[in-house]
């Protein structure tokens, strides 16, 4: 298998694993500090155990060549986890996700302003677009028609969280990250442990958060942490816009909410101004 194919399928089944992450969110009726603390728990426990057992070496390497990207890492995957969660109970799934998709947006201004790189007109043209999406989502959660602003605001942070986080794994692909987001997952628990009220999780809700702890988180971060190592920036993007297209289906299908039409508006701005931007970057290269 070629290295692209290899990055194209890890990375396919990493979106595919995560589309149904903000179904399960909402079908936790945990309070959000307890479901915090066990969807951190168990997917850095998975993530860690993972690691110990199948790849010793790869989790020994990574602990000795901690350094700033890695402890920037830390801080943000937990802290974007948390934003997500928050973001998907208190927004319209739709707006969380659609705002979500925006992270190769961040990802290409840190690499103009921070790494130096030269980010063509068409990329500027994409990311006023995109900007003009999130501001149509974000008015029609300010009017009321489903949406919060914190909500958006947390997605939103989110998507710069892992923008910067997947910058950091295509500057070092010699070295994955993915046992640092397990540790992080931990130490997002934990702070959430100290703060939290209570930490029981109703009966009911041990199907669903097993399922988003135990498989859904690990394996869909550990797969789109380890795909864009092989596959350029504009096939990751294209992938990741589905599950953009594919979370809101599941939570309509599943609990009948309905994005109003702000969200559809400023989502077909949003997804439409990526898949064109990304789908020009492949037809120049794959002609080049």
């Known amino acids: 298998m070629s290295v692209y194919a290899r990055g194209f399928l890890i990375t396919l089944a990493g979106v595919l694993v995560l589309s149904p992450d903000t179904l399960l969110v909402r079908l936790v009726d945990a309070a959000p500090l307890a479901q915090f603390f066990w969807r951190g728990l168990l997917s850095g426990g998975i993530i860690l155990?993972?690691?110990?057992?199948?790849?010793?070496?790869?989790?020994?390497?990574?602990?000795?060549?901690?350094?700033?990207?890695?402890?920037?890492v830390l801080l943000l995957y937990g802290t974007s986890n948390l934003l997500f969660v928050y973001s998907t109970l208190t927004t319209l799934v739709a707006n969380t996700l659609f705002i979500l998709a925006t992270s190769p947006v961040f990802a290409a201004l840190i690499a103009r302003f921070v790494l130096?790189?030269?980010?063509?007109?068409?990329?500027?043209?994409?990311?006023?677009?995109?900007?003009?999406?999130?501001?149509?989502?974000?008015?029609?959660?300010?009017?009321g028609r489903g949406g919060s602003l914190a909500g958006d605001l947390a997605a939103l942070g989110t998507a710069l969280a892992m923008a910067t986080i997947f910058s950091i794994a295509r500057m070092r692909p010699e070295r994955s990250i993915v046992p640092v987001m397990g540790a992080s997952?931990?130490?997002?628990?934990?702070?959430?442990?100290?703060?939290?009220?209570?930490?029981?999780?109703?009966?009911?809700?041990?199907?669903?958060?097993?399922?988003?702890?135990?498989?859904v988180v690990p394996l869909a971060f550990a797969?789109?942490?380890?795909?864009?190592?092989?596959?350029?920036?504009?096939?990751?993007?294209?992938?990741?816009?589905?599950?953009?297209?594919?979370?809101?289906?599941?939570?309509?299908?599943?609990?009948?909410?309905?994005?109003?039409?702000?969200?559809?508006?400023?989502?077909?701005?949003?997804?439409?101004?990526?898949?064109?931007?990304?789908?020009?970057?492949?037809?120049?290269?794959?002609?080049?």
């Not at 980010?119 to 900007?131: D, E, G, S």
């Not at 077909?268 to 002609?287: H, S, Y």
């Open 223 to 288: 797969l789109i942490a380890t795909g864009p190592r092989y596959l350029p920036a504009a096939d990751v993007g294209l992938l990741m816009l589905l599950e953009a297209v594919l979370g809101p289906l599941y939570v309509w299908w599943a609990l009948g909410e309905t994005p109003g039409p702000t969200t559809f508006a400023g989502g077909a701005l949003v997804l439409g101004a990526l898949a064109a931007n990304n789908a020009i970057m492949l037809l120049r290269r794959r002609a080049a």
């Open 116 to 143: 130096g790189e030269t980010v063509p007109r068409r990329t500027w043209v994409t990311i006023l677009v995109v900007l003009a999406g999130i501001g149509i989502i974000a008015a029609g959660s300010g009017l």
């Open 185 to 215: 997952s931990f130490l997002a628990a934990a702070v959430c442990g100290l703060v939290a009220p209570t930490l029981v999780l109703p009966s009911g809700d041990w199907v669903w958060m097993g399922l988003m702890g135990l498989l």
């Open 49 to 72: 155990l993972a690691y110990a057992l199948f790849a010793p070496a790869a989790l020994r390497a990574s602990l000795r060549g901690f350094g700033r990207p890695e402890a920037l």
